[in-house]
C-alpha cells in the first residue's frame, strides 16, 4: 500500500469517491475526468474497476485476484450498457497516470473521440509476415 495513492485512499475511504460497485476484491468509481463529444456533450459513464489491494500493474495482481476483478470489469460493464445503451464499452488498461493497477471502461458510440481513437491507431498496424509471428510465439512459449 501507498501512502500517497489516491486509489488507495479511495479504498479506506480517506478520500471521496463516486462509489458504484463493490466486492471483497474490487471497487469501481466514475472517473471524475469524463470524456467529451465533438459537440461538448459528455458521453457518461466512464469507470474505474480498482483492486482493493496496491499493485502498480494489473499482472502483479494474483491470477484469482486478477479473476475477481475482470468478473467486477463484466459486471459493469452490463451496467453500462443498460444505463447508457452506447454502442460499445471499452475497456482499457495499461498503468500510466496512477501506479495503482486500473482497468478503464469506457462507453463509446461510433464516431465519438473514442472510435476515432481506435481508427487513427489503424495507421500503426501492418500485417505481420508469418515467420515474424513464428518467432513472436515461439519466444512467449518459451517463458516460464
Ligand atoms: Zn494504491
Redesign the pocket.
Known amino acids: 500500500?501507498?501512502e500517497e495513492?489516491i486509489?488507495?485512499k479511495i479504498v479506506k475511504e480517506e478520500a471521496d469517491a463516486w462509489k458504484i460497485y463493490e466486492d471483497e476484491t474490487a471497487l469501481c468509481i466514475l472517473d471524475i475526468g469524463q470524456v467529451v463529444s465533438d459537440t461538448g456533450e459528455f458521453i457518461p459513464g466512464r469507470c474505474l474497476v480498482i483492486p482493493r489491494r496496491?499493485v502498480a500493474f494489473f499482472y502483479d495482481l494474483e491470477d484469482e485476484e486478477a479473476g475477481q476483478l475482470f468478473i467486477a470489469t463484466n459486471v459493469i460493464a452490463r451496467k453500462l450498457k443498460k444505463a447508457f445503451n452506447p454502442d460499445f464499452v471499452t475497456v482499457f488498461i495499461r498503468g500510466q497516470r496512477i501506479s495503482?493497477a486500473h482497468i478503464i471502461l469506457q462507453p463509446s458510440n461510433r464516431d465519438d473521440p473514442i472510435s476515432k481513437l481506435f481508427a487513427s491507431m489503424m495507421s500503426f498496424f501492418k500485417l505481420a509476415p508469418a515467420d515474424l509471428l513464428d518467432d513472436m510465439a515461439q519466444k512467449i512459449q518459451e517463458v516460464k
Open positions: 500500500m501507498s495513492c486509489f488507495c496496491h495503482h
